[in-house]
């Protein structure tokens, strides 16, 4: 549930802050229903974080970054095999498919540090 709330929160956030480029000071920002459920396997870096924790951040980030940009993709691909994919990278420079774009590489790498800290995973590291 928190990283799916997390996720809408910061989607609508960046397409709100994206519509400000396009001279639309209103700030209305987007999202979609099928998104809650896909930013909520970002749980997934709780347990990928027992694996990876001792490594340093930016290897960590670009662990996550992967992580969450297959997971677009199988997602993407499966929602537009329905025909009801929210998203379209169609227009943009380094997509996949129009599914995934590779330049937001560095963003989902901040998106996957940024659940680190939301689901606590630096607090269970400590006990042990």
């Avoid at 970002?42 to 347990?47: D, E, Q, T, Y």
């Avoid at 930016?58 to 998203?87: M, N, Q, V």
Wanted: aromatic share 12%; with cysteine.
């Amino acid at each position: 549930m928190l990283c799916g709330l997390t996720g809408w929160c910061m989607e609508i956030l960046f397409t709100a802050v994206k519509n400000v480029h396009h001279i639309d000071r209103r700030l209305m920002g987007q999202t979609s229903v099928w998104m809650f459920p896909i930013y909520g396997c970002a749980a997934l870096i709780k347990p990928m974080y027992h694996l990876v924790g001792r490594l340093p951040l930016l290897a960590r980030g670009g662990i996550y970054s992967a992580a969450i940009l297959t997971g677009e993709f199988i997602s993407g691909s499966l929602l537009k095999k329905h025909d009801c994919c929210p998203w379209d990278y169609s227009h943009a420079r380094f997509n996949i498919r129009g599914i995934i774009r590779l330049d937001y590489a560095p963003l989902w790498m901040g998106a996957g540090l940024l659940f680190e800290q939301i689901l606590g995973c630096h607090q269970e590291r400590t006990r042990y």
